[in-house]
Each structure stands twice: as structure tokens, then as C-alpha cells.
């Protein structure tokens, strides 16, 4: 199996860790993971911020660099819905437009081998426990994108419960969304900053060290928020908690 590691911009910027820990993990895992250097942009941020046409060029780049892959896997749930979700939408109002441009055919074929990283370890290898150590209290997130587009469920809950001396804790309010919604936290910046506090608030509420979730969008609003309540708890993306091994432990 040929497998390509969608890092994307966000985690490329400022967050690269998470992509060594996806390489990490999935190479102890017996996967072969190239990561193409031509990547961009999947072309969320125009999409989302209503630049549809603008955002098309990145998405065929995105079918160009990813094509010859068996699957394409991503640490961002919000960059994995917008190939799985939004580019079947992108290549349909093409064509009714009357463009013959062919962009649905041109992204048909990667969008179902697009994987979130929890659904690939769960879905594709079938497995839950992945060797993982990491002996804190940590409670999970699921971001809206994970939650409602990918439809994640228990996924990163079963790979959360198998890694050895993890305390999992429930986060109350977890289907509640932590207000960044990407534009919308500069929009809307007063009430993003006040659902980003009530999830900080359930979050210490459990008492965990840890709050992990499956996005580093939605880490890094967590995590400011965090920092400025002063609260003495850490936001790690999941995949950083799943690729710690005892003789390899995260910091």
C-alpha cells in the first residue's frame, strides 16, 4: 500500500511534531509513508470564505499530487472534510455550471482514499492498540469537522482507551463546538472567545493534565485560551499522544 501523508498548512506552519508523530506511528505500524513535497493548500480557507471558484486549483492540485496514492492521510479532520465533503460539492457545481472543465472526474477518484488519521489506524489497518504509552489524565475533544463531516465516533476514543497508562477522562459539553470555526474567530471574535472559555472550563473541570483532539486548529484556540485563563493544562494532537512509546516517550 502506497501511502501519502497529507500534513497540511496549519500543521506545516506551526505544528510540524504532529506530522513526525504521524510518521512516526504509521511507520511502526509497518505502513511505507511518503510525504510529496508539492503539497499546498487543500483550499479550505478559500472555500469556506466564500472564494469557491479560487479554491478549484487547489483542489485539482490536490488530486495531482495525491492521485497516484492507495490513501492519502491526514492529521486534520477539518482539511480530511473538506477533501471527503466539500471537493464532491466543488466538482458538482462545476458541472452545473455547464463548465467542461471535467473537475468532478478529476477529484472523484481521492476523495474516498482521504483518510483522518483515527479512521485510517481504526478503519483501514484495523487496529486500536497501537503500542502507545503516555501516563497522563487526558480528556478528548471532538472537533465539529470530526464530529459531524467525518462522523469519527468512537474511533479516537478506542485508540485513546488501548495506550497503556493513559487515564481517559469524558469532557463534558464534548459535542459542543470551542469557537474557532476558522474565519469565523476573527468575524466573531467576542463570541469565539466565549465559547473557547466555556470549553476550557468543562475541560479543567475533569481534573486532566491533557486535553487532546484530532485538529490543531481547534488546539491552538483551545490552547490560547488555556494560556490566558492560566489554567496549567497542555492541548497535544492525538496522533502526538499515539505515537509515544515507553522508550520513546513525548514530552
Do not use: W
Amino acid at each position: 500500500m502506497r501511502v501519502a501523508l497529507f500534513l497540511t498548512c496549519v500543521n506545516d506552519t506551526l505544528y510540524p511534531d504532529t506530522g513526525r508523530a504521524v510518521v512516526k506511528l504509521l511507520t511502526r505500524l509497518g505502513v511505507d509513508v511518503d510525504f510529496p513535497a508539492a503539497q499546498t493548500c487543500c483550499g479550505q480557507a478559500h472555500y469556506n470564505t466564500g472564494y469557491r471558484h479560487e479554491a478549484e486549483p487547489l483542489a485539482r492540485h490536490f488530486a495531482d499530487v495525491f492521485g497516484g496514492y492507495d490513501a492519502v492521510v491526514t492529521p486534520s479532520g477539518s482539511c480530511g472534510a473538506m477533501v471527503r465533503e466539500l471537493y464532491p460539492r466543488m466538482g458538482e457545481r462545476a458541472r452545473s455550471e455547464g463548465r467542461g472543465d471535467g473537475l468532478a472526474a478529476v477529484l472523484a477518484p481521492v476523495v474516498p482514499k482521504t483518510y483522518e488519521l483515527t479512521e485510517f489506524l481504526v478503519d483501514v489497518l484495523e487496529v486500536t492498540d497501537v503500542g502507545a504509552y503516555y501516563p497522563h489524565r487526558v480528556t478528548y475533544h471532538p472537533t465539529c469537522h470530526g464530529l459531524r463531516s467525518l462522523g469519527l465516533g468512537e474511533r479516537p476514543l478506542r485508540l485513546l482507551r488501548a495506550v497503556k497508562e493513559l487515564e481517559l477522562v469524558e469532557l463534558p459539553g464534548a459535542d459542543e463546538c470551542c469557537g474557532f470555526g476558522g474565519t469565523f474567530a476573527l468575524k466573531n471574535a467576542d463570541v469565539s472567545a466565549a465559547m473557547g472559555a466555556d470549553k476550557v472550563r468543562n475541560a479543567e473541570s475533569t481534573g486532566a493534565e491533557v486535553l487532546c483532539a484530532a485538529d490543531n486548529s481547534c488546539l491552538m484556540h483551545i490552547g490560547g485560551t488555556m494560556s490566558r485563563l492560566r489554567t496549567g493544562m497542555r492541548p497535544v494532537h492525538i496522533a502526538e499522544i499515539l505515537a509515544s512509546t515507553e522508550e520513546d516517550p513525548a514530552v
